[in-house]
């Protein structure tokens, strides 16, 4: 299902933040494409917001297979569209992913459904085609190959610590430290070939976070965005943690050490923020904006913030989607 929807609010958000390197504007229709995509649970649909028009945002509605969803990733060199179903316990696939956006595949959803192989799957991670779930309920880094017909399980890494959000930097994987403040890092992850247990190459406490859950990384702006839910319980005490240059700052703690707040971050968090439950966070690095699935404030919203954003700031970007658990960012000159 596709509708036309002007966003007053949405675009006014967004209008002012240009990159630093060019004049591309969400809104002004210089981007060829730009979207965001974003699952909920407790439903099977697929939310996609076009910004790619000047005047208004086209909200394409994907209905899939599954009944919860969580976490998912564009591979632009493929069109494809990978997701996680809760309720299938497995790796979802979408091809054709442009033409649905421009409304030529009709109500057909070209979707294939990988292995039943999780318990409780959270995150994915894409780098080239190779696909990385993390699953909470095993403790498990699942690592498929992209095939011509779907996916095929290529490897299963067991961790000792609850996982939830995951991000590819580079050829290292990182990953978010369910029920602490703590991510870890996998070196060269895709180099490992033999199952079973697998160990980071450190963890790291980020200091003035409670409880991590998203993670979002821009080599061309050199930032990183955690997420904080904070109480799982409470729909108003979440945060942003916003590093810039982290890898600097990250190699230079050690295995077990404290990334420290002052001089190395900033936190977005109060009551104007609307933060509580932030899930999940992508990045925009053309209009510097960061993108989160807040899933407990107001039952479920889409939220913005300038990457510059500090203290306890409104966001500039409220959208209501119900049960929000995930989002991914795509956009294309």
Request: net charge negative; proline share 2%; hydrophobic share 35%.
């Amino acid at each position: 299902m596709k509708k036309k929807i002007f966003a007053l609010a949405l675009f006014a958000a967004v209008m002012g933040f240009t990159s630093c390197s060019d004049d591309d504007e969400v809104v002004d229709g210089s981007f060829d494409r730009s979207e965001l995509y974003a699952t909920s649970n407790g439903s099977g649909n697929i939310t996609i917001y076009d910004f790619s028009d000047s005047d208004e945002v086209e909200v394409t509605t994907l209905t899939t297979s599954s009944n919860d969803n969580e976490g998912i990733q564009y591979n632009p060199s493929t069109d494809e569209l990978y997701f996680n179903s809760r309720s299938d316990f497995s790796l979802y696939r979408i091809g054709d992913v442009e033409d649905q956006i421009d409304g030529l595949s009709g109500a057909a959803i070209n979707e294939v459904q990988g292995s039943i192989d999780f318990d409780s799957p959270r995150a994915l991670a894409i780098s080239g085609n190779t696909i990385v779930v993390s699953d909470e309920g095993d403790d498990t880094l699942f690592v498929y190959d992209r095939t011509d017909t779907g996916v095929s399980l290529r490897n299963e890494f067991d961790v000792d610590f609850e996982l939830w959000g995951i991000e590819f930097v580079g050829n290292d994987l990182y990953a978010v430290v369910d029920q602490t403040n703590d991510i870890a890092i996998f070196n060269n992850f895709l180099s490992n070939s033999t199952n079973g247990n697998l160990e980071p190459t450190k963890r790291i406490t980020i200091e003035g976070l409670v409880r991590t859950h998203g993670i979002a990384y821009s080599a061309d702006d050199n930032v990183m965005i955690l997420t904080d839910i904070g109480d799982a319980g409470s729909d108003s005490d979440g945060g942003l943690h916003i590093i810039s240059d982290p890898l600097t700052k990250i190699n230079a703690v050690t295995d077990g050490g404290t990334l420290a707040v002052a001089n190395n971050q900033v936190r977005v968090a109060g009551a104007a923020t609307l933060l509580g439950n932030p899930v999940d966070v992508t990045y925009d690095d053309e209009t510097e904006t960061i993108f989160v699935a807040e899933k407990a404030n107001g039952g479920g919203r889409i939220l913005g913030f300038n990457v510059a954003a500090s203290g306890n700031e409104a966001p500039v970007i409220n959208n209501a989607l119900p049960g929000a658990s995930s989002v991914d960012f795509y956009s294309e000159d």
